[in-house]
Structure formats: C-alpha cells, structure tokens
C-alpha cells in the first residue's frame, strides 16, 4: 500500500506558501579563545547553503517524487538569488514575491567540524511589507486550481497575512489545506483540512495534556472550534497522534533510533502529509508515510529530506 501511495504521489502537483529562508551552515573548529574579548575564534573549513523554512518543505515534497511549488516572500538581493537558484537545481517551480524594502531570511548556523553540533545560530531577517502580502495573495489565487494540495508552512516571519483568505479560497476550489501552525492563536487556520503542531505548539494553544485520551480531548475540541477535519501532534520519542471528527483516534509510535539533528522533521512530516492528500491517499497511511520520513530526516544533519527509496528500505526493516 505505501508503495502504491508513494506512486501516486509521483503524479501529484502540490503548492507550498509560506516562511522561506537561506539556510547558511559555516562548517569550522575553535583552536584559541580571541585576545580581544573571552570568546572562541571559529576557524570556518568550508560552508554550505540549502532552501530553509518553507523552501525546504517543498523540497522535501520533491524528494517525495511530486511536482512542487513554492510561493513565498523574499527580499530582491543576493541571497534571494541563491534561494531561486538552489531550488531550480532541485526541480522545484519556486515562485518568488520579491521584496526591495526587506532582506531574504537567513539562518546561520556554525558547526564544529570535530564534534559535528552547532555553536551558534546567528538570524537576519525583517518583516514583510503590507504590499508584499498582497502581492502573495494575488499570486497565490492564481496559483490554486493547478494544484492538488495546499501546504501552509508558517514559521511566524510575518509573510502570511492572509491566511484565512489563502484557506477560503482553497476550500472553495475543493483543495485540501495542510498547515503547520505556529503562535498562540490559531484562529487564521480555521477551516484548514488538517493542522499539524508539534507538542510544545500544541500544548501552547490547547494546554498541556496528561494522557493520550486527554490529548483526544483537546485536540477534538481544538478541530471543532476551528472547523478542521483534524489534528495531528508530533511528539518527538512519543510519536504522532491523529485526532479527527467523526473518526476514532490513532496513535503511532516512533521507531527507535538515534537521533542526530531535528532540524526539518517538521517539514518532512507535512510534506509527506501534503503529498498525501493530494496523491487521493488514506490520511492513516499518509500519518505512517510521515512517521518513516521523519524518522529517517532525524538520522541526517540540517534540513535533510527522505526519498521514496529510504522510505521503503525503512518501511522493510520496521516489518522485518
């Protein structure tokens, strides 16, 4: 069955809107601490950049084998440039709302070559425009019907201003919307086909919980009052758990294994969830489809993503 759904997601054109950002990596060792101050001096080897935030959701639905979209906000200069180049080279039809008065988002990450963990992050960022929102907007609206899926990766950078428009428009057009929230309030995803916090976001929102069926609770109150057709909580070690209207609850636990970096096991989880829905596939299979795929991103260093051909190798060895 997983083979089937990874076939038709091979078919699937899916639209990611969203927060994207240049994730820079400067690959380097502390030898001395700098006469000028108590610090460190990071003598950098080598440096790498990939497609961050929303980018990398749709690369990692790429990865999958559908036929990705990006539309986001970025500024008009260099880094941009790298942002469109980097996806181009991956396939992917990114569409970018440029922006003359803001800088592109970048994350700066330097890592110890030695001990392979990160020193320090360093963020340049600033907020979007009002024109730049509308713009996404009117773009977005012309993007909708091409695509099969809609995923709203939101990482609180200002760029989506119009989400609940962007979900009105979608759900008019029979789209299915998947979204993964951020903030303290999620009443712009109302009406979103699925969202998809992780615990720390979830329990933010609903309040913690103490048990699987207090979980259920919250997270079908949650469904309700925003008119979704469910949740799904990624709990780290805990797994996934998926709680829909109408629907009995399902619970997935994590695979077992060491765990190197979880940057992007986010993304990868509503990518796989996305592609999903739009390859027509059973949101069950499409919530273990995104448990595989995550827990192989864990084992990887930065915003790694997983192809069809690790996720059945994986899928294999769980039924070994």
């Known amino acids: 069955m997983l083979l089937q759904l990874l076939r038709k997601i091979g078919e699937a054109p899916v639209l990611v809107v969203g927060d994207a950002m240049l994730d820079r990596y400067w690959y380097g060792d502390v030898e001395r601490i700098s006469p000028e101050a108590p610090v460190p001096v990071v003598a950098i080897r080598r440096a790498r950049e990939l497609p961050g935030g929303a980018a990398n959701v749709a690369r990692s639905v790429q990865a999958l084998g559908a036929h990705s979209s ?14 469109q180049k980097l996806l181009s080279d991956d396939g992917i039809n990114a569409m970018l709302c440029r922006d003359k008065l803001l800088n592109t988002i970048v994350k700066l990450r330097v890592v110890s070559l030695h001990l392979h963990q990160q020193m320090i992050r360093i963020d340049f960022e600033s907020p979007p425009s009002k024109d730049s929102r509308v713009a996404l907007l009117d773009a977005y609206l012309k993007q909708i019907t091409k695509h099969r899926a809609v995923i709203v990766s939101d990482y609180g950078k200002g760029g989506l201003g119009h989400i609940r428009e ?3 428009a979608a759900r008019a057009k029979g789209v299915p919307v998947v979204v993964d929230p951020k903030g303290h309030d999620y009443s712009g995803y109302r009406g979103a086909t699925l969202i998809t916090p992780n615990r720390k976001e979830f329990e933010l929102v609903a309040g913690r919980f103490h048990d699987n069926r207090d979980l259920e609770q919250k997270a079908l109150a949650m469904a309700e009052a925003l008119d979704l057709e469910g949740v799904l909580v990624t709990r780290g070690e805990d797994g996934m758990s998926l709680v829909r209207r109408g629907a009995k609850p399902v619970h997935i636990p994590a695979r077992a294994r060491e765990v190197f970096d979880v940057t992007g096991a986010g993304d990868t989880v509503i990518a796989a969830i996305g592609c999903a829905y739009a390859a027509g596939g059973d949101i069950e299979e499409a919530v273990h489809l995104a448990n595989i795929a995550a827990g192989i991103v864990v084992g990887k260093q930065g915003a790694a993503t997983a192809s069809p051909e690790e996720i059945m190798h994986e899928a294999a060895l769980q039924e070994a």
């Open 70 to 83: 990006l539309m986001t906000i970025t500024g008009d200069d260099s880094e941009a440039d790298s942002l």
């Open 166 to 168: 962007m979900i009105e």
